[in-house]
C-alpha cells in the first residue's frame, strides 16, 4: 500500500507566498489536486479551517474553499483522532523539556499542528510540514520533533521531499 501524506497550513501559506504562488505557479496547486485525486495526498479539517480564517481574496483561503471537502480528513468528530489526540496532549503535558507557555500554545483548540500528530499517529499518514527539527528548541514544540518523541508517528517530510518521491519536474503527479 502507497503511504498517504496529510499537508500543513504552513506548506499552504508558503506555498502561495513564495515558491508556489497563484500567480505564476498554478502547476503545483494542480499537483496537489492530483494528488488528491490519486489517493494519496489530504490535509485535515483544522487545517482548512486556519486557510479559510485568511482575509477575503487571499488565494490559499480561495483555494481551500474550492477543494473537495473530502480533501480535509475529519479530526475533531473522528473519535478514533480524538483518542490519539489525547495521548499527544498527554505526551505534551508531560514533557519536561517544553516551556509552558510552548505547551499552552501546542493545546490551543484552533490549531491544527496537535490533530496532524493524532491523525498521523491513528491512521498511518506522514505529516507533510515545513517546520524543521529543533531538538533544543523549548519555547515551541516543532512538529518534527513531537512526531519523533510522541511514538507511533512516521518522521515527517518536507513539502521538497515530497515532490522528489510523487512529482515529475513539471508538477505532472507521479504516483
Known amino acids: 500500500m502507497d503511504e498517504k501524506f496529510i499537508v500543513d497550513a504552513n506548506v499552504f501559506v508558503q506555498g502561495k507566498n513564495f515558491h508556489y504562488n497563484f500567480d505564476f505557479c498554478e502547476g ?18 483544522k487545517v482548512r479551517s486556519e ?3 485568511g482575509k477575503q481574496g487571499d488565494k490559499a483561503r480561495a483555494w481551500a474553499e474550492a477543494m473537495p471537502p473530502e480533501f ?3 479530526d475533531e468528530d473522528d473519535s478514533s483522532v ?7 496532549m498527554q505526551w505534551a503535558a508531560a514533557s519536561t ?6 505547551k499552552q500554545e501546542f493545546a490551543e483548540v484552533k ?14 499518514f506522514v ?9 533544543e528548541q523549548k519555547k515551541r ?10 511514538g507511533g508517528i512516521k518522521p515527517t517530510l518536507t513539502i521538497y521531499e515530497l515532490l522528489r518521491r510523487h512529482a515529475k519536474p513539471t508538477f505532472v503527479f507521479n504516483p
Open 51 to 53: 486557510l479559510v480564517e
Open 141 to 150: 514544540i516543532p512538529i518534527p520533533d513531537a512526531a519523533n518523541s510522541i
Open 28 to 45: 503545483f496547486w494542480d499537483w496537489i489536486r492530483a494528488g488528491f485525486d490519486e489517493g494519496l495526498i489530504y490535509s485535515i479539517r
Open 82 to 88: 480524538m483518542a490519539a489526540y489525547a495521548e499527544v
Open 97 to 102: 523539556h517544553y516551556s509552558e507557555r510552548a
Open 111 to 124: 490549531r491544527a499542528d496537535a490533530f496532524l500528530l493524532a491523525y498521523a499517529k491513528r491512521y498511518g
Open 127 to 135: 505529516i507533510v510540514t515545513q517546520e524543521q527539527s529543533k531538538p
Open 72 to 74: 480535509f480528513l475529519e
